[in-house]
């Protein structure tokens, strides 16, 4: 919802400050329609990984879904990079054709515990 609001915010304030300039006017209406779809993809489908004791569900293209199979999956890791004094951490799914990756903000919660737990729901 805070994405929605901003959008609105943001092409708001775009048509009201924009003082005949289009460029400006046209930057702030594509931005905020850049937010409104980032929202509309966490409203369709706002679980992006799920496990059971079958395999994994991942979200795949903008709000579909793709099912794994546990022996489909070669493993389990989590990335971690520094890139201009920030740092990051990816949890990644590799499904031997298909890498799957995901963010802290895509499994709100940190990587880590989302790979350990994927770990002890997977059979064998």
Same mark, same amino acid.
């Given at each position: 919802m805070v994405k =929605? /609001?901003?959008a609105a915010a943001l092409a708001g =304030? #775009?048509?009201i400050l924009h003082e005949g300039d289009r460029v400006q006017? *046209?930057?702030a209406l594509v931005t905020a329609a #850049? =937010? *409104?779809a980032w929202a509309l993809r966490d409203l369709l489908a706002p679980v992006r990984l799920a496990a059971?004791?079958?395999g994994v569900t /991942? /979200?795949? #293209?903008f709000a579909g879904r793709r099912r794994l199979p546990w022996a489909? /999956?070669?493993a389990i890791t989590v990335q971690r990079r520094t890139r201009f004094?920030? *740092?990051a951490e990816t949890l990644e799914i590799d499904a031997g054709e298909s890498l799957h990756l995901f963010g802290r903000y895509d499994l709100d919660a940190p990587p880590d515990e989302v790979a350990e737990t994927l770990r002890a729901a997977r059979p064998g």
């Open positions: =929605l /609001v901003g =304030l #775009g048509l006017l *046209a930057l #850049g =937010l *409104a059971d004791l079958d /991942v /979200v795949h #293209g489909s /999956v070669e004094g920030l *740092a």
